[in-house]
C-alpha cells in the first residue's frame, strides 16, 4: 500500500462522526478547531550532522503549515520526544530554539511526552483556531486561477546537496554557487510557514481552496484536484523558480525540474481564487504566482502534457 492507499483506509475504518472536516485535508476541523499533527524522524526526514536547532525549528514549522494551509490561528500543542543519547547531550539548546520559534508565532506548547528512544522521533500535535472560515482543498472550480505563494525548488535542491554531504558547501566552489547552495540548504534545513498568508486568504471569499507544497507540486495539486473533483492545467514558465536556481542549479549538479515541480518540503501554500494575480497580490499586500487554472476535464497537465504526481511518498 502506498500513503495514500493507507490513509484511505484509516478513512474507512473511522467515521468521522464529531468532525467537520476529518481525515484527508491538511488539519482536522472540529468547531472552531483546527488540529494536526505530524513528525520528524532521524535518517528519514533528517540526519544527526543537521543543526539540532534547526530539527527543533523544523519540527514546529511543519505543522505551522498546516494551519496555514487552513487559514488557522496557531495557538497550543502537545510534544512528543524520543531521545537517544545524543539528543538528549543536546536538548537543551533543541528546547530554547523550539520555544524562541514558538514565541515568535504565538504558540503554546502545553504538555507531551518523553521516551528513550535509539533514534531521534519528534512529535508535535498542533491546535489552531478558525476566525472565519476553514480553507480547504476541495473548493476549487474550473475557472479558478492556481497560485503559488513563493518561489519554489530550494528545498528539493537543499536536500540533494545535504544527500552528497554539503551540510556547508566546499570552499572552493565559485562565489554565487555557495551563496545559492547555502541559501537552499537553509531553505531545506530551516523552513518557514506562510501562517500570516495562510490567514489572510481566509479572510478572502474569493480563494476557494488551499493545500501546502509538502509533498512536491504535482503531488500537491493533484491531492487538490482530487478533493475538489476537477483537474487542472499549469504553464513550466508560469511557474516561480527559487532565484539562481535555473541559471547556477545545474552547476552544482541539480536536477531543477525535478526540484520546481515534484520536490517536496517547500511549506509554500498552493491556492486557488477567480481574483486575478495584480488583484490577490493587492489584497494579501504581497506577491502571489498565478500558475494555470483549474478544468473540468480530470488530470494534472503541465503545458498540455499529463503531469503524473511524481513528488514524495513514504511507503513508495
Known amino acids: 500500500m502506498n500513503e495514500h492507499e493507507i490513509i484511505d483506509r484509516i478513512r474507512q475504518l473511522f467515521p468521522q462522526r464529531a ?3 476529518g481525515i484527508g485535508d491538511d488539519a ?3 468547531g472552531e478547531q483546527v488540529i494536526t499533527t505530524d513528525m520528524l524522524l532521524e535518517d528519514v526526514d533528517f540526519t544527526r550532522a543537521v543543526p539540532i536547532e534547526c530539527i527543533a525549528r523544523k519540527s514546529l514549522a511543519v505543522n505551522l503549515s498546516d494551519l496555514a494551509a487552513m487559514g488557522a490561528i496557531p495557538a497550543f500543542g502537545v510534544m512528543d520526544l524520543g531521545l537517544p543519547p545524543w539528543a538528549l547531550d543536546k536538548l537543551d539548546a533543541f528546547l530554547t530554539s523550539l520555544a524562541a520559534s514558538a514565541r515568535q508565532y504565538d504558540f503554546d506548547l502545553v504538555g507531551g511526552d518523553l521516551s528513550r528512544s ?3 522521533i519528534v512529535a508535535i500535535t498542533a491546535t489552531g483556531w478558525v476566525s472565519k472560515r476553514p480553507l480547504l482543498r476541495s473548493g476549487a472550480r474550473a475557472g479558478d486561477r492556481i497560485y503559488v505563494s513563493r518561489p519554489l525548488g530550494a528545498s528539493s535542491a537543499g536536500l540533494q546537496l545535504l544527500q552528497r554531504g554539503w551540510l556547508e558547501p566546499p ?3 565559485p562565489y554565487a554557487q555557495r551563496e545559492l547552495a547555502e541559501s537552499m540548504i537553509r531553505r531545506h534545513m530551516d523552513p518557514e510557514p506562510e501562517v500570516a498568508l ?5 479572510s478572502i471569499d474569493a480563494v476557494t481552496a488551499c493545500i501546502d507544497v509538502s509533498d512536491g507540486l504535482s503531488t500537491d495539486l493533484h491531492h487538490l ?3 475538489s473533483g476537477g483537474g487542472a492545467d499549469i504553464e513550466r514558465e508560469r511557474s516561480p523558480v527559487f532565484p539562481d536556481l535555473a541559471s547556477t542549479g545545474p552547476l552544482l549538479g541539480i536536477d531543477v525540474r525535478q526540484a520546481v515541480i515534484d520536490g517536496g518540503e517547500e511549506f509554500a501554500l498552493l491556492f486557488t481564487s477567480t481574483l486575478r494575480e495584480s488583484e490577490l497580490s493587492t489584497r494579501t499586500g504581497r506577491p502571489v504566482y498565478a500558475i494555470g487554472r483549474i478544468a473540468r476535464a480530470q488530470g494534472v497537465r ?3 502534457a499529463p503531469l503524473r504526481a511524481g513528488g514524495f511518498d513514504h511507503f513508495a
Open 19 to 21: 468532525a467537520k472536516i
Open 28 to 30: 482536522a476541523v472540529i
Open 118 to 120: 535509539e533514534k531521534l
Open 171 to 173: 570552499r572552493e566552489l
Open 198 to 202: 495562510g490567514i489572510a486568504l481566509a
Open 225 to 227: 484536484c482530487d478533493a
Open 302 to 304: 503541465l503545458d498540455g
